[in-house]
């Protein structure tokens, strides 16, 4: 059981939705007659093993987390794969795509992106910027100027046993109390990593003594946080009872509000003072092909333009 709030699994279809919109937008992998089982198919068509297994472990993790913990909607994910590979199959069987509207509209789709890609690296070439960009001195600059927005939240490095049994069946959590509260007084008095060891039941925790990591109150369960908020480091709470289940905590160390140290902003402020020079430099590239002196607009025509469009 997982201390920290997971915010994707309150949103299973929307992440679903997401997914399905990112594989079916864009062509499918091209794999060779033995690149692994069929997970899913239906006629002729099929979903290799080996294409689910690449866009999973190109998701991040929390995401991943929920689209395998709903069966139901990753079954109904893969029919739908399966319905689009088919209808695109029988649209091709039918030579579709030699109709003259839709090698028009193919035609001006391929215009359309190869000179957006032709655009778009010419202006990157031109607006590059130098290796050793920014210095030291402009990455302390725009830290000393921006320092009010780098604080950082109090954060608690927290340890639990956990005990599973949820909150809707009374008899589990009635006997997960009644067990926490025995290991509670020797969880206060004995080795609190140990313990948890052997008796917690969220398996990844406990393979670290039960180390759930350092987290601002903001990432923990809810009912969590109050009780960790009042703790003292080397502390034990009593057993706090969440939906999934009852939680013996130890903070094992806790850090006030602060503001973020350079050394710590200073990969995403170099990031971000790259990307504002380039942008600086694109405008200034653009607004010189361009300059506002020297475009002539007929101001008749584009109100003609205009009216005809309404």
Partial sequence: MKLKQ????????????GLLAAWLGVAAPVYAADSGVSVASVGSVSIKQQEVEQ?????????????????AGLENWLRQRLAS???LKEAQGKGWEKRAEIKARVDAAVREVTDRIVATSYLDSVAQLPEGYPSEADMRAAYEGAKESFQLPATYHVAQIFLAAPANDGAAVAKARAQAQELLAQARGGDFAEMARKHSQDERSAARGGDVGTLPLA???????????????????DPVQSQAGIHVLKLLESQAPRTATLDEVKPRLQQVL??????????AYMARLAPAGSVKIDSAALDAAMSKAN
């Avoid at 866009?55 to 069966?71: C, T, V, Y």
């Avoid at 790259?274 to 405008?283: A, G, V």
């Fill in 219 to 237: 990432q923990l369960l809810p009912e969590v946080r109050e009780p960790v908020s009042r703790l003292q480091p080397g502390q034990v709470s």
């Fill in 55 to 71: 866009l999973l472990r190109g998701m991040p993790d929390a995401e991943r987390d929920a689209i395998k913990g709903n069966r």
């Fill in 6 to 17: 997971n915010p994707s699994t309150h949103s299973m279809p929307a992440v679903l939705a």
């Fill in 85 to 87: 590979e088919a209808l």
């Fill in 274 to 283: 790259r990307q504002q020079r380039k942008q600086e430099l694109i405008e």
